[in-house]
């Protein structure tokens, strides 16, 4: 059999392998990525991006680019919930940081917005910028067998258009290959949690609304009606193209219901839920999938390595799915390019379980909760399993009568859509993670406490592991983000007035251990010119100190002001950094 040999085996080709290519392209690492499919996602699919994973893009070059395909921010937040598009509004709220009372909180948070833009747009983008890096990404053939030793992975491929298979042996592999994961089954990946907990369909269609939709824009539109008391009504629509491509996501009980997925039953569902009989409809494609709760016990055996889907599985809510799969990536893949290149030690990658499993964990067990809050809203508008029209229609009538039920129902919907913010304005969960690990060094702090709700509001900090806080600078006339400053796949050493011994120390130590450190100077007046004085006030440390920033722009550590001996500090902190001590 053919053996085609290479540094990093990459399976699957999705949003999470994908990224993994385009940032190993990208530092030069010899990659291979397979994926059975043909072509990039021919479906909507995933579709919420946040700004975490917009800033993973903004890295690598292809902000602009998903902004240009992406729905407009400006038509993301109105969350509705009706009888139908024609029908009865029943609740509005404001949804992904768009609201007067959040909406400062997120552009404080980033330099990049949050975007709906479907997975079928969004990774032909992804691709491109891989394929520009020089990426080898072979479509079409598939993994049907993994193996590895003490030395290298064993991927034996099928060219599914030519019947040949192949082996790849390569040093390390990513298994990014979906909820269905053949890496994770092959190679004994212990998984925990539950699966089936629910059944759904995806009806893509096309369907012109800008009647009903325009004057109240939103990625999001429940319906519902007497007898649907799901989590997601009688169907939830997503906005793909505002206002005339969708998706309409039905749930079902397998147990009590045989879905009908013929398109004369799909389009009956349809019509249904519009209200509006004369609106023409085209079904583009039709999709089942099931709701689960599972996550990887670990996230690395060996020489190989899960990411996306393939180590955590959870429901839409809160749509932090492909989010979280790209920042496995971003964290996973400069990690390994190092080791590839001899920079680093083991103990590094052993790193990534340690930082992602933590943020794995959270995000499938806030997905859950947040099912379960907005299953909260039928049964509080009256709508329950079982009930006649005329008994739906009825309950519907007394939520809005002047009577105490009326009051006690509505008083109790304001409370729940409350609750709904840590489902649609779950700030902190999206931009909030704090790695522990051998790749963070402390400095002797404690980590700050946190002041409001962590879920719901983001903490900005520069304590090791956490994220770097984003600030407008100005340099050479053009306004930039601290974020900026790192990520690129190089470390960065931040300094200010004072500082220049670290910004020397930094030169040092990159042509000493052969990996880039970049020194920038940000302060008043400084090559990053801190002209409004936001950095002063996020940075955490005095001028003279310093802030280690890793290539995936997480704080590895720093000092709060001017050590003695910089050079020592510095080796001693990127030697542990890079796992050789």
């Known amino acids: 059999m053919p053996v085609v040999e290479t540094d990093v085996l990459v399976v699957g080709a999705g949003p999470a392998g994908l990224t993994a290519s385009a940032l190993l392209a990208r530092r030069g690492v010899d990659a291979v990525t397979v994926t059975k499919y043909p072509t990039t996602a021919h479906t909507p699919r995933a579709h919420i991006t946040n700004q975490r994973a917009m800033e993973v893009y903004r890295d690598l070059g292809i902000e602009d680019r998903i902004r240009t395909v992406a729905v407009p921010r400006d038509a993301m937040g109105d969350n509705v919930w009706a009888t139908s598009f024609a029908g009865q509004e029943l609740a509005r709220m404001k949804a992904w940081g768009t609201g007067a009372r959040r909406k400062a909180d997120y552009e404080a948070a980033s330099p990049c917005e949050m975007h709906n833009v479907g997975q079928h747009l969004l990774e032909p983008v992804i691709l491109d910028a891989a394929l520009s890096h020089g990426a080898d990404i072979r479509f079409s053939t598939e993994l049907v067998d ?63 609304l800008t009647e009903y939709r325009a004057h109240r824009p939103g990625t999001l539109f429940f319906t519902i009606q007497p007898g649907k008391d799901f989590w997601l009504g009688s169907g939830t629509y997503v906005c793909i193209e505002p206002w005339t491509e969708w998706v309409l996501i039905v749930v079902y009980d397998p147990a009590v219901e ?80 190092l080791a590839v290149q001899g920079k680093a030690g083991d103990r590094l990658l052993d790193s990534y379980h340690a930082e992602r499993h ?57 409370e729940v859509l409350e609750e709904n913010n840590h489902h649609f304005n779950a700030h902190g969960v999206e ?35 956490a994220c770097l806080p984003h600030a407008w600078l100005e340099h050479e006339g053009r306004r930039i983000s601290t974020l900026d400053l790192a990520g690129g796949d190089r470390f960065a050493l931040i300094t200010g007035i004072g500082g220049e011994p670290w910004l020397r120390a930094a030169e040092e130590i990159s042509a000493e251990l052969g990996v880039e450190i970049a020194g920038r100077p940000v302060g008043r007046r400084l090559t990053y010119d801190d002209v409004y004085g936001d950095w002063g006030r996020l940075r955490e440390v005095d001028e003279d100190g310093c802030l280690l920033v890793r290539p995936d722009r997480h704080i590895a550590w720093r000092s709060q002001d001017l050590v003695r001996d910089p050079v020592r500090s510095l080796r001693q902190v990127m030697r542990q950094v890079l796992g050789h001590n």
């Open 146 to 208: 993994i193996t590895q030793d003490d030395d290298a992975v064993y991927g034996t491929v099928r060219d599914r258009k030519t019947g040949e298979n192949y082996t790849i042996k390569a040093r390390y592999a990513i298994g990014s290959d979906g909820g269905r994961s053949t890496v994770a089954e092959r190679l004994g990946f212990p998984m925990e949690g539950e699966t089936g907990l629910g059944h759904a369909v995806n009806v893509w269609l096309e369907a012109d």
């Open 258 to 337: 045989q879905i009908d997925l013929s398109e004369e039953a799909m389009l009956a569902r349809v019509h249904a839920t519009i209200g509006d009989p004369s609106v023409e409809v085209r079904i583009k494609d039709v999709s089942q999938w099931q709701m689960n709760h599972v996550i990887a016990t670990e996230y690395r055996k060996g020489r190989v390595f899960l990411a996306g889907d393939a180590a955590h599985r959870h429901p839409p809510a809160n749509g932090l799915g492909s989010n979280t799969s790209v920042q496995d990536s971003y964290n996973l893949a400069w990690k390994i390019a």
């Open 358 to 414: 933590p943020v794995g964990r959270q995000v499938i067990d806030r997905a859950l909760k947040s099912v379960g809050l907005v299953a909260r809203i039928p049964s509080v508008l009256g709508v329950r399993s079982g009930q006649t029209d005329e008994e739906g229609k009825a309950a519907l009538a007394e939520f809005f009568s002047p009577g105490e039920e009326g009051r006690k129902r509505r008083r109790r919907l304001e």
């Open 431 to 465: 931009l909030g993670q704090r790695y522990r690990s051998g790749a963070v060094v402390g400095d002797g702090t404690d980590e700050p406490s946190y002041t409001r709700d962590p879920e719901l509001y983001y903490h900005p900090t520069t304590h090791p592991g």
